[in-house]
């Protein structure tokens, strides 16, 4: 009787091999692919670890830019409020004494706190006339000064203030803190009904975007 076992692995061992090392090949592949960069002269092979890390960099500072634009729309949106609220509130006001002259109105402690009142954490309105003449302002230096003096010095201001002697505007300028550093800043204009004063509300445009930054 001739025996027909043959010698060599057997079915188990066949199905092992066949399965366990392809995948085990797959995952020393896979391996190398997250942990390993390979650079072949001026070819450079990333990992995809390190594509991921460059991914969410990417990613995170597309987040970081997209929030901080969507924040300071919503501070122009506040500051330009605050400018209309504050022309609205000096137009009841004037028309309930419709006697008072500017002039007057400047020694009227009550017209002051309506006229220049708080915007954001370091912001203020102001008023001035159609001739750019400003009357109430957080600046004491500033009450009674022609503001034509400030073109040269903050031309983007300036802009906007001119403009704004015609009907609303606004927009960005450039203003330096007491401590030297350069900060935009985002200021509205709005004419007072019935009257010939403009209303400008103005503060730091970073103030509303500190949350998206932090």
Do not use: C
């Not at 605050?82 to 020694?107: C, E, H, R, T």
């Not at 401590?179 to 445009?205: H, S």
């Amino acid at each position: 009787m001739v025996d027909d076992t043959k010698s060599g692995p057997g079915l188990l061992q066949r199905l092992m091999w066949g399965i366990f090392v392809p995948i085990l090949l797959a995952f020393l592949i896979i391996g190398g692919m997250l942990f390993v960069s390979v650079n072949l002269g001026t070819v450079q092979f990333m990992s995809i670890r390190d594509l991921g890390v460059t991914s969410l960099n990417e990613l995170g500072a597309a987040t970081l830019k997209e929030s901080t634009a969507s924040l300071n729309k919503l501070g122009e949106k506040i500051i330009q409020e605050k400018a209309q609220d504050v022309a609205k509130q000096i137009a009841i006001y004037m028309k309930a004494y419709p006697g008072k002259s500017v002039k007057s109105l400047s020694s009227d402690p009550f017209f002051k706190e309506i006229a220049v009142q708080k915007v954001g954490e370091t912001g203020y309105t102001a008023v001035h006339d159609n001739r750019a003449i400003n009357y109430f302002h957080v600046n004491p230096q500033i009450v009674g000064t022609d503001l034509h003096g400030l073109a040269a010095k903050l031309p983007d201001f300036w802009k906007i203030l001119d403009t704004g002697l015609q009907g609303p505007a606004s927009g960005y300028y450039d203003w330096k803190d007491a401590d030297g550093k350069v900060r935009p800043k985002y200021m509205f204009t709005t004419p007072i009904e019935g009257t010939n004063l403009t209303v400008a509300a103005t503060t730091y445009i970073d103030e509303f975007s500190k949350p998206a930054k932090a």
